[in-house]
């Protein structure tokens, strides 16, 4: 069965510094991978996903991940950090065959700091 | 074009009681899927409906149960409340299988006193 784990619960950064948000999965077939993030009180708005291609993504406001095959890993990264990227931010993984359930990371808060 | 609406934003409710939560999706998205988030478990899969068919269901008893509509709108319904069901609960659509990514409503808060 897929899994997917967010290795971080929480990551407390400066502003205007990188960050890396860690994302692996488990599964034994192809995969869809992405990413979204949750503001206070709304829905999940999709940042970005790995279908096939190129392994790295770039999404909306200046994240990108990368998509590593031999780690199973998708790892969310931006250069420089706002105040306004405080948020939650969640991987998922679908199957690439016919059951596109996506199964969802528990998700990490990012706390941007002046 | 219109975002995922869902209505009501906030219910309150008390134990025992039911409710029903509407969804209308992006014009054109002919999946629905439903979801509760809650700070403990993150987020649990409900169902999905794709063109008024259930395609896929989550781990959830009975009581949970939705439909889809000709014009693709859901509704779930919770009978029977519990205090443990109070939680968001998101509605997403898409449109076919995912591949595009899912547009979320802002949900609907579900209060169970």
């Known amino acids: 069965a897929q899994s997917v784990t967010q290795l971080d619960s929480q990551v407390p950064v400066f502003e205007e510094a990188p960050v890396e948000l860690r994302c692996n999965y488990s599964?034994?077939?192809?995969?869809?991978l992405f990413w979204y993030v949750q503001y206070p009180n709304q829905g999940l708005q999709l940042l970005l996903k790995?279908?096939?291609?190129s392994t790295l993504v770039k999404g909306i406001n200046g994240f990108e991940a990368e998509f590593n095959k031999s780690q199973t890993s998708f790892h969310l990264r931006k250069p420089s950090v706002h105040i306004s990227d405080t948020a939650e931010y969640f991987c998922a993984v679908s199957d690439a065959g016919n059951n596109r359930k996506l199964i969802w990371g528990l998700g990490t808060s990012l706390a941007v700091n002046p | 074009k219109a975002g995922v609406t869902q209505t009501p934003r906030y219910l309150i409710k008390t134990r025992g009681q039911q409710v029903t939560l509407s969804c209308s999706p992006i014009?054109?998205?002919?999946?629905v899927s439903w979801y509760q988030q809650t700070p403990g478990q993150g987020l649990q899969f409900l169902f999905e409906?794709?063109?008024?068919?259930?395609?896929n269901k989550g781990n959830f008893p009975g009581r949970f149960s939705g439909r889809q509509f000709s014009n693709s709108r859901s509704e779930m319904n919770v009978s029977t409340l519990e205090l443990g069901d109070s939680a968001l609960y998101l509605c997403?659509?898409?449109?076919?299988?995912?591949?595009?990514?899912?547009?979320f409503g802002s949900g609907t808060r579900l209060t169970v006193v």
């Open positions: 997403a659509s898409t449109l076919l299988q995912g591949e595009d990514g899912y547009t």
């Open positions: 790995y279908l096939s291609g």
């Open positions: 409906y794709f063109s008024e068919t259930q395609r």
């Open positions: 014009s054109g998205h002919r999946s």
């Open positions: 599964s034994s077939v192809s995969v869809y």
